[in-house]
Each structure stands twice: as structure tokens, then as C-alpha cells.
């Protein structure tokens, strides 16, 4: 198996092997739209630092999950989001999780109910 076959898919993103409508960077962070968006703005703020999940966080994590809720604050406004908008991080399988690397969802631009369908 060659070494771009094990990445996931946004360490390809990051790796710029594949495509993404790339929306912010930095040297920590990157933000991408979705490609399934389930809201007219659906955001992903991933870390560039390879984490597969919330539940690898531990303390010495504490700046970059920082970063990565500044980083959607930052979006939230350039997007126009300022009636509201929802940031959710789901961990694991059974928690709605599909690429293990952490990530934030950023969703904006409608009505969102509680709790989610």
C-alpha cells in the first residue's frame, strides 16, 4: 500500500492531493466547504496536525482546539452568520463521525432546530 493510500481524506486535502474550496489557513488550521453541505454554509475546520478524533485530546491540545474555535468564530463572521449558526464536533462512529480526523463543522444560513433531524 502506498504512503497517499492510508491518509484519510482531509490529509490529502491538506497535502493538496486533492481539490477543496479552500476558505482559511494557517499554519495550524485549515477550513474547507463541505461537499455534501447539509446547510447553505457548511464549513470543516480541521487541525493540520493529525488527530483522529475528540477523544484524543488531551491537554497539551488545549491551544490548538483553541485555534480551531477561533477559526470558526473568524468564519462565522465572514460568512455573514451573524443571526446564528451551529458548530459541532462529532466523535466517533456512533457519534456521527466518517473520517477519523478531528474536525468542527460550521453550519449557517438557515433556521436550525433542536434537536438535530
Known sequence: MNESSEKNIFQRIIDREIPADIVYETDQVLA?????????????VIPKTPLPSLADVDASHQEL???????AAELARREGLQ??????????RQGGQEVPHLHLHLLGGRDLSWPPG
Not at 474547507?32 to 470543516?44: C, G, N, T
Not at 482546539?65 to 477559526?71: F, H, P, Q, S, T
Open 32 to 44: 474547507f466547504r463541505d461537499i455534501q453541505p447539509q446547510a447553505p454554509v457548511h464549513l470543516l
Open 65 to 71: 482546539l483553541g485555534r480551531l474555535l477561533v477559526a
Open 83 to 92: 443571526q446564528g449558526y451551529r458548530v459541532v464536533i462529532n466523535c466517533g
